[in-house]
């Protein structure tokens, strides 16, 4: 089983809609929980940050962690055609040294 | 300009033949990471540099890969003797060397084909 298992999609979605990304895990040592944005051609992109579990809203972004269940998720509301793209959970544990693991991405496609 | 910045973006070489890539972190980052990314795949991690010394050289396929970091700043990958399998984009980002683990900037990546 992989540390970190995301499905590659891909989604396609009507413009405006509620988009649900999500991510499961196997280490229960991972803390630290990201969710980073990436075009075609181009380097991913920090999007969201969170610790631990609970939610974290910005803007038309929330991101969930569930350590319970070993789940994130990531939300957005009202898509827009901008925003396809592929996108990585990744994540940490808490050690200085611990390395982040990202998932396979998920290809999310908008359609206007 | 202040980004990350990585060379060559595209790199095509013969099967056997040796390869440097090299990363330009962002000034002030000391921990810097080499990912390597396959079509439709996410970034896989290869290396991690705290400063010059490597903390976690764990996802290194195999001896052919080796990554240098002399001076703290800039990171040189060296591939040896080159297989069709190692073709990918390999990814280079750096992030402030404060825990917990912080915002990784990634530069456009070196687009390596083997033939």
């Known amino acids: 089983q992989k540390e970190v298992e995301q499905d590659p999609g891909p989604l396609s979605v009507p413009e405006g809609a509620i988009v649900s990304l999500n991510c499961t895990y196997s280490n229960s040592a991972f803390q630290y929980f990201m969710w980073y944005r990436q075009y075609s051609r181009k380097g991913p992109e920090l999007l969201m940050y969170t610790y631990s579990s609970g939610n974290k809203e910005d803007g038309r972004f929330t991101a969930q962690v569930d350590k319970s269940s070993k789940y994130i998720s990531l939300f957005i509301r009202d898509s827009q055609p901008s925003d396809s793209a592929t996108y990585l959970c990744?994540?940490?544990?808490?050690?200085?040294?611990?390395?982040?693991?990202f998932g396979k991405g998920t290809r999310l496609h908008i359609l206007p | 300009g202040a980004g990350v910045s990585q060379t060559p973006s595209n790199k095509v070489t013969e099967k056997g033949k040796y390869v440097e890539l090299r990363c330009d972190p962002i000034s002030g980052h000391t921990a810097l990471y080499w990912y390597r990314q396959s079509l439709g795949q996410g970034p896989e991690f290869l290396i991690y540099f705290q400063g010059t010394g490597a903390a976690d050289d764990s996802g290194l396929p195999n001896d052919r890969f080796f990554a240098v970091r002399p001076e703290g700043s800039v990171s040189t990958l060296k591939i040896q003797r080159t297989e069709r399998g190692d073709s990918a984009v390999y990814l280079c980002?750096?992030?402030?060397?404060?825990?917990?683990?912080?915002?990784?900037?990634f530069g456009e990546g070196s687009r390596l084909t083997v033939l």
């Open positions: 990744a994540m940490s544990a808490r050690n200085r040294d611990d390395k982040i693991i």
């Open positions: 980002a750096s992030s402030w060397d404060v825990p917990p683990p912080g915002e990784l900037f």
